[in-house]
């Protein structure tokens, strides 16, 4: 399966993370929100200017900068 960033995703849609793609303190950041390799989310809104996007994953909602999200790689 082809891999997008998690910032491509259009509101509704489903991917499951693949690869988080940062290094250091925002890789460690991004996985103690719980975003791994494995764990499906689900995109429930957007800000009215695209940033930020609000995630539903392990029955939470956590919000990200679009700077975040491009170092999150999902699949469909």
Request: charged share 25%; proline share 4%.
């Amino acid at each position: 399966m082809e891999q997008v960033s998690l910032r491509t995703l259009d509101e509704g849609q489903e991917a499951v993370i693949a690869d988080i793609t940062a290094d250091g303190e925002m890789g460690r950041r991004i996985r103690d929100m719980g975003l791994v390799p494995g764990v499906s989310v689900q995109v429930v809104g957007r800000a009215p200017l695209q940033d930020p996007v609000a995630l539903r994953l392990l029955g939470f909602t956590l919000t990200l900068r679009n700077s975040e999200a491009d170092f999150i790689k999902v699949t469909q």
